[in-house]
């Protein structure tokens, strides 16, 4: 099997994205992941739903191997098929967004401004992804195989018209779908968004989930990590619920999102309310 999860003697791709059994993981001597047992089909689009500290972004950090789970019998952690990655061979099946890195990419795009007289374009922003960091540097080697394929993803985001924008005269919408694109530039199988619809406001959130839907019809595998039922596209069937570090319910939307189910879910009355495909709740 090689980098991108093929069976080079088959030519078969390995149909799991992400199978945990029994995986336990530990931050500061806490115990913070207990027991997680979880399997994601690839192309498959999951909701991760749960409060605010109940391990959902952890969880999120162990798939993408800035955690790592602890040794013991009967435990085991494989994506795509795999147990052992080189991380950056991953991150090519992989395409992250999450609110920390929106806040990081704003915070070193001033940075660059005050230190280097430089802004960091749509471009480069999304050229990046390919070099894991957070604008070009004199190192990176843009080819025009690259260049091609951040332009491509722009496209994708219809972001086309942000190419040369600097990241920090851009609004949060415009910056989220930036994001993405450079996400997806090493044209991954599964995009992994925790809490990235943070700090849009409705116009700006309503495109974010139109641009997901998209993708998600397109064959890319969704896997969205959140609070807030408004999140959830359509082409999200399935949820698992967690709280404190575990996972205490795995199944169809249309059972778990409940009055009765997210009520217990959050420790306080919720009222949920649907319209055609779409969720939301409220404290009663």
């Known amino acids: 099997?090689?980098?991108?999860?093929?069976?080079?003697d088959s030519g078969r791709v390995s149909n799991t994205t992400i199978d945990f059994r029994n995986v336990e993981v530990m931050r500061a001597g806490r115990t913070v992941l207990g027991a997680i047992t979880l399997r994601i089909a690839e192309g498959e689009h999951v909701a991760i739903l749960g409060a605010n500290g109940c391990g959902k972004s952890t969880l999120i950090k162990t798939i993408t191997r800035e955690c790592y789970p602890v040794l013991r019998e009967g435990s085991s952690l494989a994506l795509f098929g795999r147990e052992s990655w080189n991380v950056f061979q991953l991150r090519t099946l992989l395409g992250i967004v999450t609110a920390d890195l929106a806040a990081r990419f704003e915070v070193e795009a001033q940075d660059f401004v005050s230190r280097l007289?430089?802004?960091i374009t749509g471009r480069e922003a999304v050229l990046s992804g390919f070099f894991s960091g957070i604008g070009l540097s004199a190192?990176?080697?843009?080819?025009?195989?690259v260049q091609e394929r951040a332009d491509e993803a722009l496209a994708v985001m219809e972001a086309g018209h942000l190419a040369e924008r600097p990241i920090t005269q851009m609004s949060s919408g415009e910056?989220?779908?930036?994001l993405i694109a450079r996400a997806l530039v090493h044209e991954p199988k599964t995009l992994i968004l925790d809490e990235a619809a943070n700090s849009l406001d409705l116009r700006a959130h309503h495109e974010l989930r139109e641009t997901l839907r998209k993708l998600a019809r397109s064959g890319i595998g969704i896997v969205m990590v959140t609070h807030d039922l408004r999140d959830l596209i359509p082409e999200i069937e399935r949820v698992?619920?967690?709280r404190e570090g575990t996972i205490i319910a795995d199944g169809a939307k249309e059972a778990l999102l409940t009055d009765e189910r997210l009520s217990d879910l959050f420790g306080?009355?919720?009222q949920t309310t649907r319209s055609g495909p779409y969720y939301t709740a409220v404290t009663r």
């Open 1 to 8: 099997m090689d980098a991108r999860g093929e069976d080079t």
């Open 117 to 119: 007289d430089w802004q």
């Open 139 to 145: 190192q990176d080697i843009v080819t025009a195989q």
């Open 175 to 178: 910056s989220r779908r930036i």
């Open 240 to 242: 698992v619920f967690m």
């Open 268 to 270: 306080i009355a919720v």
